[in-house]
């Protein structure tokens, strides 16, 4: 069985700092990673997903995710917050076996402090 | 191109009573998987459909049911309903069931038992 780590629940950053968010995964196979964000009272959003090939991964609104097989993480990081980017952030897993299906870390809440 | 609509967007009923939510998938996708997310919590898998066919089943009771039409739309169905059913239900779509494919999310339908 696969499981999602998100090490840290609420992350407070003053605007135009830089953040990171944490994911580390556990899994016997391959893995697909995925970020997504949601923001008040909508449904989630897709931020970036890692497939295969480089470990670097940009998406959109700035943000870009490194996939470390070593250490099983997919950690994500944007240089500059803006208030925009208060929301709650989810690292989700899936695997090439049976059912696409999605298995989610407890998310991440992001506050941007002005 | 119209995303994942979902409806009713808010719901009440009572313990013991049965709920149907609804789903359209984005235009294109005839997978649609269904989330149950509580509060403060990820999301977590309920079940796809695929082709008018449940595709995989997470660790939800059989009171838990559903349904996809021939225009890739779903239906969740859930029987005698428990106050822990309250939570945030959200309906994903994609372009197939495999794995890599990104899930797109509606804005789910919030579901409250008394």
């Known amino acids: 069985a696969q499981s999602v780590t998100q090490l840290d629940s609420q992350v407070p950053v003053f605007e135009e700092a830089p953040v990171e968010l944490r994911c580390n995964y556990s899994?016997?196979?391959?893995?697909?990673l995925f970020w997504y964000v949601q923001y008040p009272n909508q449904g989630l959003q897709l931020l970036l997903k890692y497939l295969s090939g480089s470990t670097l991964v940009k998406g959109i609104n700035g943000f870009e995710a490194e996939f470390n097989k070593s250490q099983t993480s997919f950690h994500l990081r944007k240089p500059s917050v803006h208030i925009s980017d208060t929301a709650e952030y989810f690292c989700?897993?899936?695997?090439?076996?049976?059912?696409?299906?999605?298995?989610f870390g407890q998310g991440t809440r992001l506050t941007i402090n002005p | 191109e119209t995303g994942v609509t979902q409806s009713p967007t808010h719901l009440i009923k009572t313990r013991g009573q049965q709920v149907t939510l609804r789903c359209s998938s984005q235009s294109g996708h005839n997978t649609v998987s269904w989330y149950q997310q509580a509060l403060g919590q990820g999301p977590q898998f309920i079940f796809q459909?695929?082709?008018?066919?449940?595709?995989g089943r997470g660790n939800f009771p059989p009171r838990f049911s559903g349904l996809q039409f021939p225009n890739y739309s779903s239906e969740l169905n859930v029987n005698a309903l428990e106050l822990d059913d309250s939570a945030l239900y959200l309906c994903a779509s994609s372009t197939t069931p495999d794995s890599n494919q990104p899930q797109h999310f509606g804005d789910g339908t919030r579901l409250s038992i008394l």
């Open positions: 899994s016997s196979v391959s893995v697909y």
């Open positions: 459909y695929y082709r008018e066919e449940e595709n």
């Open positions: 989700a897993v899936s695997v090439n076996q049976g059912a696409q299906k999605l298995v």
